[in-house]
């Protein structure tokens, strides 16, 4: 499993997304991808309570520590990997959290059109 190429949504080097927590499919800080990543866990997304009580509400659980994993649990503030399409729904839910366009890597592009990641970005000049 290697990583495609570390490209962000901007066409530029992808930047680390997060390392405390330890996020990424790869557990190496950035939002890499490749096909095994079914999810494609390629946006960078800083968490609020309103996202994350949205995503345990359609069945995934952020907020909670589940040790056996190796995941701390998320709180708002965290960034993390998001995948593409949660991202999207709850973009079109009205609670997408901010983004670093930066961090969001490419393949976020083939689920989410750039405007909408535009409209959430932290890091958009």
Not at 51 to 59: E, W
Request: net charge negative.
């Amino acid at each position: 499993m290697e990583p495609e190429d570390s490209i962000n949504v901007l066409g530029e080097d992808l930047e680390p997304c997060s390392t405390n927590p330890l996020t990424g499919f790869f557990r190496d800080g950035s939002c890499n991808t490749c096909a095994a990543d079914q999810g494609s866990h390629t946006v960078c997304a800083v968490m609020t309570e309103e996202f994350l009580a949205f995503s345990k509400y359609v069945g995934n659980d952020l907020s909670t520590a589940r040790p056996e994993f190796g995941f701390p649990g998320l709180q708002p503030g965290d960034q993390w990997c998001l995948c593409a399409a949660r991202f999207a729904q709850a973009a079109d839910e009205g609670c997408g959290p901010k983004i670093r366009l930066a961090s969001t890597h490419h393949r976020a592009l083939d689920v989410v059109p750039i405007e909408t990641l535009k409209a959430h970005a932290l890091d958009l000049n």
